[in-house]
């Protein structure tokens, strides 16, 4: 039997994982699952949405595990803050788009796209996080 693919988790780097972690549970309403080396000063952290929802991983660069610091480079292009230029991010939900984005506006997210209806099918709105990654939310609404 092949293997079918289950879940994507998406890894981003941050100069500042707690600081990047708590955007993410205040904002979306993600829970940290797990935290290395802590939960109060961690360099890596892994939120999900849900026990078989979308996972997002923040790291600073460095292997939490084995406590290996992050390379030269990775250091450079995360002060340099080069990937959210050509990396974003989509999640969709179920219900409510209209309450989350009051909600996310409401506590301050920086809004790069206003709540659309899009030509294909979806409504949504795009916010940066704190490291200036976009982060889009959509519902499917026509179809």
Do not use: C, H
């Not at 959210?84 to 991010?89: A, D, E, L, N, T």
């Not at 999640?91 to 796209?113: C, E, M, N, P």
Request: proline share 6%; net charge positive.
């Amino acid at each position: 039997m092949a293997a079918t693919l289950q879940q994507l988790d998406v890894t981003i780097l941050t100069k500042n994982v707690p600081r990047a972690a708590e955007w993410y549970q205040r904002m979306l309403g993600l829970k940290a699952e797990m935290a290395v080396p802590d939960k109060k000063k961690p360099s890596w952290v892994r939120l999900k949405a849900s026990p078989t929802g979308p996972a997002v991983m923040i790291g600073d660069g460095a292997d939490p595990f084995t406590g290996k610091k992050a390379t030269k480079t990775t250091l450079e292009a995360v002060a340099a803050r080069k990937a959210p230029k050509v990396i974003s991010f989509y999640f969709t939900v179920d219900a409510d788009i209209d309450k989350l984005y009051s909600s996310v506006k409401r506590k301050g997210a920086k809004i790069t796209q206003e709540l659309t209806q899009q030509p294909y099918g979806m409504t949504d709105f795009e916010m940066q996080d704190p490291d200036g990654y976009v982060v889009g939310i959509g519902m499917v609404t026509a179809g």
